[in-house]
């Protein structure tokens, strides 16, 4: 069987093994592919495996030996599972693998810019807390996350979690989502509509899956109903949101700050609004990339393979 791997560094860039893959079939690996290059480093293969490189409809009518396609990630919108399906080509994900590690991410920008603890850091080491007159000072206003509302985009297992940890903090939670679970377990949350949320909602983090729905659904005229103090938190797909909209919106004091982990293109062209934008924190879409997420996602991605080779497919999504 022949396996192609087109993008695999971003998962294993050296501190991972191939090993379980190899056992697999013949594999190549490629640390990246253009997309010039794709069909043509696909030729003949039984299985490819891909994060971020597109198997779009015109590659995939160049793979007619193409059998099952692995993606490296949960979102799969880079796969046309569609022309998959018309192919009979199994296309599966990874669900699950990275969690813990968004939602760490997830707090991470958040306490970033409640407390400014980075720029805090930075003033102390560059003399100011020596030459101070006080025991201490602060050169920004320190919010504390208690009683505050965290508003939810998408409410699966990463944004309940997301709120797991907000609770703890003493946060009210508001959700909504393509479907409204029982959630009646936990205190202090509510289901509601989306303009309750933009309205009312201290800060606001994104988890959802990018869809035609969601494509966009950050701008102007959803920023302009958010609370002036509000902060925008995005680690799902940059896409959700419209760069220059948030930068407008963040420059004209519409809202106070974003924490954000994705952008609608990756990686970004350099003068992208979001790099000049007023209290902007931009991480380099890191929320997935722990060395135990990637652990775990590439022994999923290997499971799946593995169960797919015995008749038995898993966590197939476009049945």
């Known amino acids: ?22 056992q697999l079939g013949d594999v190549t ?11 043509s480093r696909c030729a003949g293969a039984d299985v490819v495996l891909t994060n971020k490189v597109p198997l779009d409809e015109v590659t995939l009518n160049q793979l007619p030996d193409l059998k099952y396609v692995g993606v490296l990630a949960t979102g799969f919108n880079i796969v046309n599972t569609e022309v998959c399906k018309n192919k009979g080509i199994i296309v599966a994900n990874v669900p699950g693998y990275s969690t813990a590690s968004v939602v760490q991410l997830t707090f991470a920008l958040i306490l970033e810019l409640v407390l400014h603890v980075q720029r805090h850091s930075d003033a102390v080491m560059d003399g100011k807390w020596s030459s101070s007159a006080d025991f201490c000072f602060w050169d920004f206003p320190l919010i504390e996350l208690d009683g505050k509302t965290l508003g939810i985009i998408g409410f699966g297992s990463i944004g309940q979690k997301v709120g797991d940890v907000a609770a703890a903090f003493g946060m009210k939670v508001i959700a909504i989502g393509r479907r409204q679970t029982d959630q009646s377990q936990r205190k202090n949350f509510k289901w509601v509509s989306l303009p309750e949320l933009l309205e009312t909602s201290d800060i606001i983090s994104i988890h959802c899956p990018l869809t035609p729905e969601t494509q966009g659904l950050v701008n102007k005229e959803n920023l302009a109903k958010m609370k002036r103090s509000a902060f925008l938190i995005n680690t799902s797909r940059g896409p959700i949101i419209k760069d220059a909209d948030l930068a407008e919106a963040l420059n004209n004091d519409i809202i106070a700050g974003a924490g954000i982990d994705v952008l609608s293109v990756e990686p970004p062209p350099a003068d992208n609004p979001l790099f000049k934008a007023k209290n902007c924190l931009i ?6 990339a722990s060395k135990e997420a990637r652990t775990r996602l590439m022994a999923v991605a290997v499971s799946n393979l593995a169960a797919f080779i015995n008749g038995n497919p898993v966590n197939v999504v476009n049945k």
């Open 1 to 22: 069987m022949k396996i192609v791997v087109l993008d695999g560094y971003t998962l294993n860039p050296g501190d991972l093994s191939w090993d379980a893959l190899n």
């Open 29 to 39: 690996i490629y640390d990246r592919t253009p997309y010039a290059e794709i069909a």
């Open 283 to 288: 991480t380099p879409h890191i929320a997935w």
